[in-house]
């Protein structure tokens, strides 16, 4: 049967049908207007969005700048290397069964422990301590999202073997790992160059949280010391970045669709560093650390005597620099770190010693700037000179001197009397070192070059040690006189070229991976006038042209046959019983090393006639200069200048025979007056 009141019950539902018609129309026109904003307001955002599943951008280093000699040999340079990144967060997870699959919801995920152990399983570490910082390292990166999702740098300089395995198993570790090419630095001439040089090591936690705005990462390297530190700026590059497609693991496609080509972003060419050549020459260079090496430890600098620039720069022990491009086990540091040789320290400029009777020429131009001092009065040396109720020692008796034969002998008597006389006293001696670059950096600026001490009657106060006999000290380069192989070759240098102090430089030119100019060095002076009166540097120079060559002098048995050579020899004492007593206490033995034998020094320039290149070499507890260090001087100056002229006829002595004692040959004391070479450097 039919029911006539069906119309009635369609109407009452037509309002609830027209309301949900409604709600649909609204939700339409929502989801129309939400499209809209995503495919046309939107549209950029979300298509750089989905560009990234398959678009990865990586960085491309740049090579980094190279070290070249004076004639345009490497000293450093950079060798292919293979360099490991870690991605800590990634949207994988390691399942027993089956293997690696995708995280839920593809959601970023921690590194376990077990894929952690596995990649660690695959490097060859040094000790237990390198393989316990890599281990740190990612877990790092596993507490840190924000880092980790991205691939960070945790081991640089992978070997072959080290690579073959990781790239055996990749496919189970491939979504946290990734193998990139790079570059290691590499330094053909070793430990030759190392302080020079310098080496590289991974940027400290403090260094990269000070410098973001020069664009370095966890796991870059920068120079450490020498020239790769200080021209840091000029030696590294400018990453590029280049991009590439990938699939789901971030693995690069091999054949990838010209679509998705299309759409990468344009890659950015790296920016080379800078090339530095060097004032360095490395024949001179071999021939200074070859003579030097025969010892356990010292250092030599040759430095041209008009501009400044430095020819060699050798200190001994030293490292290779190439050993910090590995992991170095820690017995391995801790030896080193131990060692009374201290072979991190560059004793050309890292450390000041006793500079002995080579100070004696600061003492000279200090007296002859008094005006009441005749420097051709004759003292008379004993042997000793009592002052103060001590004893003052000399080496032995000399007789009657003068300045310029109390140069030449190196009487110790001469510059104690003249110290008890007030002419030589703490405040002039400071003056005219100051004056010549002792007491200051020289402005090198290569490895924390020390100041040196310099002491006066107020640093004396200070420090409580002020009596008088601390003028004698003073006076012949005792007491706390201190400075460094540098600043001796810049004093020496000074005397050799009339007067003027020059800055030391290593760095001749640099230039660009092109070949452009970008820098170029020109010789400085510190002064405008010469801080030498011309009489008074030739009066020194004749007393230093006596030592070599007069028969009476310290360093006679060293001079070269065919050069005639201006010098001075200096033997250090460094307190005998005190260093007995060090080197009792010393838990490392060295044979050979013995802390109670003085520092020995020599330092000269040649041609004497016309000076062109300055020496200094220091033997640190070498003993006697003329017989430890001079033989090294004469090897480098023989090199650099070459056989050219014959001055002499008396052959030198062979190399390790002793000298004879200072004055031993000595002509009568009515020479006295006259001691030393001619004006000219003609050998008397």
């Not at 004893?391 to 008890?420: K, P, W």
């Not at 050579?565 to 005190?578: F, I, L, S, Y």
């Amino acid at each position: 049967m039919i029911n006539l009141r069906q119309r009635d019950d369609l109407r009452e539902l037509r309002p609830r049908f027209q309301a949900m018609v409604l709600v649909v129309v609204l939700v339409f026109l929502g989801l129309l207007g939400r499209l809209c904003q995503i495919q046309i307001l939107e549209g950029d955002h979300y298509t750089r969005r989905a560009e990234r599943n398959f678009v990865d951008v990586v960085d491309v280093e740049a090579p980094r700048g190279r070290i070249f000699d004076a004639d345009g040999r490497p000293v450093s340079t950079n060798r292919p290397a293979y360099t490991l990144y870690i991605t800590a967060w990634a949207r994988f997870v390691r399942d027993g069964e089956a293997g690696v699959v995708p995280s839920e919801d593809g959601k970023r995920v921690a590194m376990d422990d077990e894929t952690r152990d596995l990649i660690a399983s695959l490097v060859d570490f040094v000790d237990d301590d390198d393989r316990g910082a890599f281990v740190e390292r990612i877990d790092e990166l596993r507490a840190d999202e924000a880092t980790g999702k991205y691939p960070q740098i945790a081991r640089r300089n992978l070997d072959w073997e080290e690579f073959a395995r990781i790239q055996a198993r990749l496919d189970g570790i491939d979504p946290w790992v990734e193998i990139r090419e790079s570059s290691k630095r590499y330094y053909p001439e070793g430990q030759l160059v190392g302080f020079v040089t310098g080496h590289m090591g991974n940027i400290g936690a403090k260094a990269l949280e000070g410098s973001k705005h020069l664009g370095y990462r966890p796991g870059d390297r920068t120079g450490k010391t020498g020239i790769e530190r200080q021209w840091e700026n000029y030696l590294r590059g400018r990453l590029g970045r280049r991009a590439r497609v990938v699939d789901a693991r971030r693995r690069e496609v091999s054949d990838p669709p010209r679509e998705a080509v299309e759409a990468l972003p344009e890659d950015l060419d790296p920016i080379p560093g800078q090339d530095i050549y060097l004032t360095l020459d490395l024949d001179l260079q071999r021939v200074a650390y070859d003579a030097l090496s025969e010892k356990l430890a010292g250092g030599v600098v040759a430095m041209e005597v008009k501009t400044g620039r430095i020819l060699a720069m050798v200190s001994v022990p030293a490292l290779d620099p190439n050993l910090y491009e590995q992991p170095i086990p820690s017995a391995t540091w801790k030896e080193w770190a131990d060692s009374p040789l201290k072979p991190f320290i560059d004793k050309t400029v890292q450390e000041h010693f006793f500079p002995g009777s080579t100070y004696k020429v600061v003492s000279a131009i200090a007296a002859l700037s008094h005006p009441e001092f005749d420097p051709d009065e004759l003292i008379e040396c004993e042997g000793f000179i009592k002052y103060g109720g001590r004893r003052f020692r000399d080496t032995h008796v000399h007789g009657e001197m003068n300045l310029e034969s109390a140069i030449v002998e190196s009487c110790n008597t001469y510059f104690y009397q003249l110290a008890v006389d007030n002419i030589l006293s703490l405040d002039r001696m400071e003056q005219v070192a100051r004056s010549l670059g002792l007491g200051e950096r020289s402005g090198l600026g290569l490895n924390g070059e020390v100041r040196g001490t310099i002491p006066t009657e107020e640093f004396e106060a200070r420090e409580g040690t002020y009596q008088g006999g601390v003028r004698l000290n003073s006076a012949i380069g005792q007491g706390n006189v201190k400075a460094t192989v540098l600043q001796l070759a810049v004093l020496y240098a000074a005397i050799a070229n009339g007067g003027y102090v020059m800055t030391p430089y290593l760095v001749d030119r640099i230039e660009t991976n092109e070949g452009k100019l970008v820098f170029t060095s020109q010789p400085q002076r510190r002064n405008d006038q010469p801080v030498i009166d011309p009489v008074d540097r030739e009066r020194i120079h004749r007393g230093l042209v006596g030592v070599v060559n007069d028969e009476d002098g310290t360093a006679y048995s060293e001079r070269l046959p065919n050069i005639v050579v201006a010098g001075k020899t200096g033997t250090a004492q460094v307190g005998r019983e005190k260093r007995r007593r060090e080197a009792e206490e010393e838990e490392v033995q060295i044979e050979g090393w013995d802390t109670t034998q003085d520092h020995a020094w020599f330092a000269a320039y040649a041609p004497a006639e016309a000076p062109s290149i300055v020496v200094v070499a220091m033997v640190e507890h070498g003993g006697i200069g003329a017989d430890a260090a001079a033989p090294i001087v004469m090897k480098v100056i023989n090199h650099y200048i070459g056989s050219t002229t014959t001055e002499t006829d008396v052959a030198p002595r062979p190399y390790g025979e002793p000298p004879p004692l200072p004055g031993q040959a000595r002509a009568e004391l009515g020479r006295a007056g006259t001691a030393g070479a001619s004006p000219s450097g003609a050998v008397p």
